[in-house]
Nanobody, 126 residues
Framework: QVRLVESGGGSVQTGGSLNVSCTAS??????????RGWFRQAPGKERERVTY????????YYIDSVKGRFTISQDNAKTTMYLQMNSLRPEDSATYYC?????????????????WGQGTQVAVSS
């Protein structure tokens, strides 16, 4: 069983920055071997995969719209990950969810990780 707890988020104006974090408060011995990352869902839109990092330290994946603005990172214990969001735009407004699972569940057209955080709101005003 894996329990992910998010914190951070909030409201900023266009161009501002926010940081969200996600801590695995409960996890199994396999957790360090999971991919983990961030998804977002805006009202009326489908959930989209924003970024994820794999356990062997390869270059993280980012959707094109956030490249150069968002950075995913994690602590050395790999139990807390962060999403630093800079140069925020109104279109970044959404509920952001962290997720973790076998890497195979992060790839493809419809990624579906098993473990999710509760979600945190990010609102960017123009």
């Amino acid at each position: 069983q894996v329990r992910l707890v998010e914190s951070g988020g909030g409201s900023v104006q266009t161009g501002g920055s926010l940081n969200v974090s996600c801590t695995a408060s409960e996890y199994t011995y396999t957790y360090p071997f999971y991919c983990r990352g961030w998804f977002r869902q805006a009202p009326g839109k489908e959930r989209e995969r924003v970024t994820y990092i794999n356990p062997v330290g390869k270059t993280p994946y980012y959707i094109d719209s956030v490249k150069g603005r968002f950075t995913i990172s994690q602590d050395n214990a790999k139990t807390t990950m962060y999403l630093q969001m800079n140069s925020l735009r109104p279109e970044d407004s959404a509920t952001y969810y962290c997720a973790a699972d076998d890497c195979k569940n992060f790839i493809g057209a419809r990624p579906s990780p098993t473990y999710w955080g509760q979600g945190t709101q990010v609102a960017v005003s123009s």
